[in-house]
């Protein structure tokens, strides 16, 4: 019980010092535009009619940062994310909108740890 109690007072703690500070999170998804249901429904005793994309849908990455004012900076792009997508990312669309004191957090993707990523984003004058 004392190790739970240890771990509640550290995540209110964690949540306090985020909700507290200017933090923004970077994340990326991926989604198929030709992805579609394979089954509905329709009002008993009738049929259900539909269509469905004939050929397959191209994918489309996207990265987005949030901060809790909500979305700060999105890109779409129709190529999946490699380390020079990620970085263009970062110096042409986040850098901009980041403010003086911003803290980015990632998650450990490959790409997030290139050589490249700036080590902080107050490399741009903010």
């Not at 010092?17 to 089954?39: A, Q, Y």
Request: net charge neutral; charged share 20%.
């Amino acid at each position: 019980m004392r190790a739970f109690c240890f771990f509640d007072d550290i995540c209110s703690h964690t949540v306090t010092l985020f909700c507290h500070s200017p933090n923004s999170i970077i994340d990326e998804s991926g989604v198929n535009l030709g992805m579609t249901r394979l089954r509905g429904r329709a009002v008993r005793g009738e049929r259900l009619y539909d269509s469905c994309p004939r050929n397959r849908g191209s994918n489309i990455s996207l990265i987005g940062a949030l901060s809790l004012d909500g979305l700060i900076a999105t890109m779409s792009l129709p190529v999946r994310v490699n380390t020079e997508v990620f970085l263009t990312y970062v110096q042409e669309v986040l850098l901009l909108q980041l403010w003086a004191g911003a803290f980015v957090i990632m998650d450990n993707l490959p790409v997030h740890k290139a050589d490249a990523t700036p080590a902080s984003p107050t490399v741009r004058d903010a």
